[in-house]
């Protein structure tokens, strides 16, 4: 398994402006990925982000909204940019720990609120 | 393609009776499947996951899974419900070609004292 934090844990903010979200994990992992969890809904995925390479964007998501670095194996960010009040959602990162584990671990999610 | 269904939105049960939430899945290739569960205000929680190995698999809390091919479904139970299950359940797909997986819409368990 993996311990992962995220910064900040919750946050309010106001239109047209942006944030970025930081996910940290315990060990160097290969796979992280970027959730979306809107308000009563289920998880989306944004992007999966593995490090050395541009990031890859699911349908409905693009770079310039969502842009997101991944610097080293432990380590990466997600900015909500130009936000608006649909950008309030939980932004979850996740991990998967190992070649073909498939299971992946879940950080403690980020509350976003937008005024 | 994947995809998952979770058949119930709100789920209530008494204290101490059995739970039951159902899933069901379609895949292209031979899934994993998966169950989180997510306390209010938490992150998600790996409960247990089925790799193609026993289809009877156990997670932890008390709860199981069964894997049953012939019946596209990977249903979640436990044989007694205590009031710290109350909780947010999801059912996840990965079709083991790719590392995305699928989220269902997951299930609200109610306990009631």
């Known amino acids: 398994s993996a311990v992962i934090s995220q910064k900040p844990s919750r946050d309010i903010c106001q239109r047209g402006t942006s944030l970025t979200i930081q996910c940290q994990v315990d060990?160097?992992?290969?796979?992280m990925f970027w959730y979306r969890q809107q308000p009563g809904q289920s998880l989306t995925l944004i992007a999966t982000a593995n490090q050395g390479s541009e990031a890859t964007y699911e349908s409905g998501f693009v770079i310039d909204k969502f842009p997101i670095s991944r610097p080293n194996l432990t380590f990466s960010t997600l900015t909500v940019s130009n936000m608006s009040p649909e950008d309030s959602s939980i932004y979850l990162c996740s991990v998967e720990t190992g070649v073909g584990q498939e299971t992946q671990y879940f950080g403690p999610g980020t509350r976003l609120l937008v005024l | 393609a994947q995809s998952v269904t979770q058949l119930d939105s709100h789920v209530s049960v008494s204290e101490g009776t059995p739970v039951l939430l159902r899933c069901n899945y379609s895949?292209?290739?031979?899934?994993?499947l998966f169950w989180y569960v997510q306390h209010p205000n938490k992150g998600l929680q790996l409960l247990l996951k089925y790799t193609s190995a026993a289809t009877l698999v156990k997670g932890i809390n008390g709860f199981e899974a069964e894997f049953k091919k012939s019946e596209t479904s990977f249903h979640l139970t436990k044989p007694s419900a205590h009031m710290s299950d109350a909780a947010e359940y999801f059912c996840v797909v990965s079709d083991g070609g790719y590392q995305k997986v699928t989220f269902g819409t997951g299930t609200k368990l109610q306990v009631i004292p």
């Open positions: 060990s160097q992992v290969t796979m």
């Open positions: 895949s292209s290739y031979s899934p994993s």
